[in-house]
């Protein structure tokens, strides 16, 4: 199994501040996959966004952001002007042949 | 979108039962479905991986004669709990993807199971 560790236990900000989650892994592929997983009260999961091992090219989606670096083996993800209903566990997923093992989440609560 | 549905979301049995879950995946052919455990405040520990039509892969530790698993066809998978006991009460959920390495796992809403 991969190794990914999300040092971030919990986070609590007020709204509209900005939050980074960060996302380490171990992998010894040369290949692989990157995923970024919600998971509100209610329960169910949510995709967020997936990025593979070769494009490390960030990318900005609305009040979202994801910084990767292979270097580091890291992949951290921002959320810009917070709200309240951002408030969710939040789960880094790397992923590579058929094997798909999650972090261990970040507990992200913002505040109004 | 890629829709999976879990069935039922909630359900309490008690010791000694046996306890079926169903997790299908209703607008697309799920080649590999993945059954999670998740415990109050916890990760999603990875359970076992099914492919269609042959045996599950389970995960170390985990019991495949107390958790077995069938996927007998493209969008339906079943993980039926057996002589469950009450510290197998937790949120178990089920995903599925296409088969592509890249395709992202589409996730059922969860079953929380408790066991009196």
């Known amino acids: 199994a991969q190794k990914v560790t999300q040092a971030q236990t919990e986070i609590s900000v007020v709204e509209k501040e900005d939050v980074t989650l960060d996302c380490v892994y171990e992998t010894r592929d040369t290949t692989y996959y990157l995923f970024w997983y919600k998971q509100p009260p209610s329960g169910e999961l949510v995709f967020l966004i997936r990025r593979n091992s070769f494009d490390e090219q960030n990318e900005i989606s609305g009040r979202y952001s994801w910084n990767f670096q292979k270097s580091t083996s890291s992949f951290n993800f921002t959320i810009t002007a917070s709200q309240v209903v951002d408030s969710a566990v939040y789960f880094c997923?790397?992923?590579?042949?058929?094997?798909?093992?999650f972090g261990t989440g970040t507990s992200l609560t913002v505040i109004p | 979108g890629a829709v999976v549905s879990q069935h039922p979301s909630r359900v309490i049995c008690k010791s000694g039962t046996s306890v079926k879950i169903e997790c299908r995946s209703l607008?697309?052919?799920?080649?590999?479905m993945f059954w999670y455990r998740q415990f109050p405040k916890k990760s999603l520990m990875l359970m076992a991986t099914?492919?269609?039509?042959?045996?599950?892969?389970?995960e170390q530790g985990v019991e495949k004669d107390k958790f077995l698993i069938n996927h007998a066809s493209l969008t339906l998978s079943t993980l039926t709990v057996t002589s469950a006991h009450p510290e197998d009460s937790s949120f178990y959920i089920c995903?599925?993807?296409?088969?592509?390495?890249?395709?992202?796992?589409?996730f059922g809403n969860g079953t929380r199971l408790t066991v009196t």
């Open positions: 997923a790397p992923n590579t042949g058929n094997q798909f093992y």
């Open positions: 995903s599925a993807r296409t088969g592509a390495q890249n395709s992202p796992l589409h």
């Open positions: 099914s492919n269609e039509g042959s045996k599950a892969t389970y």
């Open positions: 607008d697309f052919q799920a080649t590999t």
